[in-house]
């Protein structure tokens, strides 16, 4: 009997743990968010912002998990190659010509709401 009662508080701390499903952003919301990495920061807001945290352009608002989360499911390199190849609306390199490969994967977990 004790076990079982032990075994039920486990279940309701282990799901305090769980991750609470994500919620849309507004577009205000979007873009009030900037990568903490300085460099990261300066790119993103001369590049990628401009879309990202703007509903009609199409593109995935930033730290909206509702958006990234199927886009996030296709793998960090597919989405890394979409960046720097473009993929339908998403211009080849988003605008960003100082972009390297890494400054990329890092503004895209940060835009995917993946970088904490
Ligand atoms: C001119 C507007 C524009 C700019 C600038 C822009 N994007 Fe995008 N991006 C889009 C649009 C539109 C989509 C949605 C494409 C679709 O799925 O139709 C998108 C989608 C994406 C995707 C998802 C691709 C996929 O495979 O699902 C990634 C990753 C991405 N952008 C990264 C970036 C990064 C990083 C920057 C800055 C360096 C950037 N974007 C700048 C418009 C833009």
């Known amino acids: 009997m004790r076990s079982v009662v032990l075994l039920g508080a486990a279940a309701l701390l282990a799901g305090c743990h769980a991750e609470p499903p994500p919620k ?13 990495n300085a ?5 993103y807001e001369q590049a990628c912002k401009s879309c990202h945290t703007v509903a009609d352009t199409g593109a995935p608002l930033t730290g909206d998990r509702t958006k990234w989360d199927p ?21 080849a390199g988003g605008q960003c010509f100082a972009c390297t ?7 895209i977990r940060f835009m995917a709401g993946r970088d904490k």
């Open 39 to 43: 460099k990261l920061a300066g790119l």
């Open 71 to 91: 886009r996030w499911a296709k793998g960090e390199e597919a989405l890394l190659n979409s960046a720097v190849q473009g993929f339908r609306g998403m211009p």
């Open 24 to 36: 849309p952003l507004t577009p205000q919301q979007s873009a009030a968010l900037k990568p903490a």
């Open 101 to 107: 490969p890494d400054d990329y994967r890092g503004l």
